[in-house]
């Protein structure tokens, strides 16, 4: 197939920035900031510099507080020090001709009082346990149980949206193109959003509506930030990962989808399928749908997709762009190989969380691999 009829080179724009191709970098958490302070390196900057051919990269999930951080060595977005750390990843990138949205990240139970300010217990929805998630707190911790966390008060949610504002402000200070609001996963504003994590009787919970408000809130306050055209919002409807689960994904996911729509945001990510945990066999169309009929923006597809497996659904128009994940992490130059329909390197899933330039910055390109044949 010519590069000029590949559905995955078409270019699109997302709002104003103008992406060559339709091969996304999924947002990886990979571990490896720069303690103490959880501070983005020039490590950090040389493994997304080396990604910069991607249509645009989306950033490993990044706390927007301290409050927000639920495993040890992810990056921050809230001091100083991290806005430069993120300063030499946003240049690296722009010097090799990239884009790169931040994802905003808060863990909400997903944590442990020993990541947390003051060794308080995590924040909640509702004060319900996990059952079965895991993180881990230090480089020789293992992976530790998520304790019962505490249900927030009514009068804390102003203070989430601001630290989702802050990191927002931040982010631009850093110099990313835009941001992508993480609500999928079993994180915070999943948590809110889903029937089984969200059993409050207050405007926070209950009804669909209700669920949603603080999300909405939080993409609203993000919107005044950077703009409409450069927010998307990350969702998993029927992720079972971190001991989710909601009782009917169509009209819940559906619902978000259409007052994201009203907000004008660029677009939404959905996590149709995952290595993590999902409900559903294969992907949950019916779902796919509801969010399709709800928003009118850019749908950007993931989950477990082959180079082939994503023209198809751009060609049928179940996806407009798609991300891509575990093999990002082990071809740099994907694009050139999809291209080129050249073998793939195979992923070391020993190497994905921590460690250092091993299994991280080390997996060669094409053009390198002819070099040492
Ligand atoms: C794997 C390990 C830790 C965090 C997500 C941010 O699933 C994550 C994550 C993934 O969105």
Redesign the pocket.
Known sequence: MSNQNDPLFQPHHLGELALPNRILMS?L?R?RSSQPGDIPNDMNARYYQQRASAGLILS??TQVSPQGK??AF?PGIHSQEQIEGWKKVTGAVHMAGGRIHMQL?HVGRISHPDLQPNGEKPVAPSAIKPEGAK?FISADSGMVDIPEPRALEIAEMTDIVEQYRQGALNAKEAGFDGVEV?A????LLDQFIKSGSNHRTDEYGGSVENRLRLPLMVVEAVIDVWGKDKVGVRVSPTGS??AMDDDNPAETFGTFARHLNDLGIAYIEVVEDSF?GNHANGRPEEVIDAIRAGFKGTYIANGAYTADEARKRIDEGRCDLVTFGRPFIANPDLPERFRQNAPLNDWDDSTF?GGDEHGYTDYPTLIELEKSA
């Open positions: 947002p958490t571990s490993e999930a639920g495993y992810t990240w993180t993480h999928a996963n079993g994180y990962f971190n993590q969380y």
